[in-house]
């Protein structure tokens, strides 16, 4: 009896147990470049999304920035603090199925930091994170032209052609005069 009383407890516990997690615990990306950040978490076939509440914010030494709202399944995007205004959209799609996914675009070297998704639904809540690293572009190197004749090779050419023109001018009006 005793046995069967532990064992249904721990069933409850290992079965009420929510979790949030991250699909990468770190990503690195280069400035004006695109990212999809990933987190998943306990969900259940009936819950409802409007029973889903969700708050990401990115954390840096300096500051704590709000990236994404979600109120009862409902975003929230004037909490988006304004470094994030326009470049974080998120797919609705696979909310249902315990997923998050913000595709945040535009990326700037300030976007670098910690970043923290609070997922609360009526099966429980937690939270994941996940850490940025967003470097400086490289300056791209020229493209190479495709003709190989060289403006300079151009000029040099027209130079020879007119004075082999002058000489042979030259020679006929003496041959004939």
Known sequence: MICRILLLISLNCVCGTFVVNVTQTSYQAEENHNITLEWTFTTTADTPTDFIFIFCEMKTDHKVSALFHLYGGVEVPESRDQQFVGRVQ???DVLRDGRLRLHVSRLRTEDSGQYLCDVKTNYGGNFGECRLNVSAA???PEPERSDTVSWGMIVLY?????????????FVHKVCC
């Open 138 to 140: 490289r300056d791209q």
């Open 158 to 170: 027209c130079v020879l052609v007119l004075t082999a023109a002058v000489v042979v001018g030259l």
């Open 90 to 92: 998120w797919d609705k």
